[in-house]
């Protein structure tokens, strides 16, 4: 849930299980809520879950995470508008909490970054397209950070999201590309 509405999409286990565990544990916890998207690139994509993000220095913003590391978890899912991956340093294992949300089809990071969700409702496009057009400043950050909060994340099952969307088989790279 966001300041602007709901974001709902569904894990994909089967293409990153370590990743999604991690996710739901930490989502679970709380980790997520009253976070920031404190990047915000139109046409590109929105990030979010820095715990730093919490706090008032804003040069912090993009530097925290839940104090470990996880293994990039790389498929042929191509990074196409509404799909969910792990944000990271160069260091393709140095994941850990943070993750974007693809704004326009970003294929370019296709097999460098591990997929783990895709948005399921119109609606939360609708969410993503608030959030994207946000006004923001230095290093793509909201000059109005109440305007890019997640205000609660939580797990829910499938069937307890009303307006799923009839969605395809999502494109893939076609490569058969497995982990690092």
């Known amino acids: 849930e966001t300041n602007h509405?709901?974001?709902?999409?569904?894990?994909?286990?089967?293409l990153a299980p370590e990743t999604v565990r991690n996710f739901e544990k930490l989502t679970k916890d709380g980790f997520y809520d009253g976070t920031l998207f404190h990047r915000v690139?139109?046409?590109f994509m929105i990030q979010g879950g820095d715990p730093n993000t919490k706090t008032d220095n804003k040069g912090s913003w993009g530097m925290g995470g839940p104090g470990?590391?996880?293994?990039?978890?790389?498929?042929?899912?191509?990074h196409l508008r509404?799909?969910?991956?792990?944000?990271?340093?160069?260091?393709?294992?140095?994941?850990?909490?943070?993750f974007f949300i693809v704004h326009?089809?970003?294929?370019?990071?296709?097999?460098?970054?591990?997929?783990f969700g895709r948005i399921v409702t119109e609606s939360s496009f609708e969410t993503l397209d608030k959030i994207a057009a946000i006004q923001t400043g230095t290093s793509d950050r909201p000059i109005?950070?109440?305007?890019?909060?997640?205000?609660?994340a939580t797990v829910v099952e499938r069937s307890e999201i009303l307006d799923i969307l009839?969605?395809?088989?999502?494109?893939r790279t076609g490569s058969t590309v497995t982990s690092t």
Request: net charge negative.
């Open 5 to 14: 509405g709901k974001i709902s999409f569904e894990l994909l286990s089967e």
């Open 41 to 43: 690139i139109p046409g």
């Open 68 to 78: 470990y590391n996880i293994k990039a978890e790389f498929s042929s899912r191509s």
């Open 82 to 98: 509404g799909i969910v991956s792990m944000a990271r340093s160069s260091d393709p294992n140095s994941a850990g909490s943070q």
């Open 104 to 115: 326009k089809d970003s294929t370019f990071l296709d097999e460098e970054y591990t997929v």
């Open 144 to 152: 109005n950070p109440e305007q890019s909060k997640i205000v609660k």
């Open 166 to 171: 009839e969605l395809s088989e999502p494109k």
